[in-house]
């Protein structure tokens, strides 16, 4: 009985290898979408703390963080 077989080093590290399914311009406003998002969002917040609303007014800000983190997550993997 043998042993299987390592694959070759090359063969690891094919798939390393990212293509972008997007052009620079499209990354950008993706990343500039991210930076708007948050950049409300956090003035949101802080307008939520310094009035003193409860914890569910500031749940409500949940979709816009989370239409920043899409956003920033996109521009970095380039998709």
């Known amino acids: 009985m043998t042993p299987p077989q390592q694959p070759a080093a090359e063969e690891l590290h094919q798939g390393d290898l990212c293509i972008p399914n997007i052009s620079t311009r499209e990354r950008r406003k993706r990343l500039a979408s991210g ?31 989370w239409a920043a983190a899409s956003g920033y997550f996109q521009w970095k993997d380039e998709t």
Do not use: E, K, M, Q
């Open 35 to 65: 930076a708007i998002a948050f950049a409300f969002a956090l003035a949101l917040l802080i307008v939520l703390l310094l009035i003193g609303a409860s914890r569910w007014w500031r749940l409500a800000l949940l979709p816009l963080f």
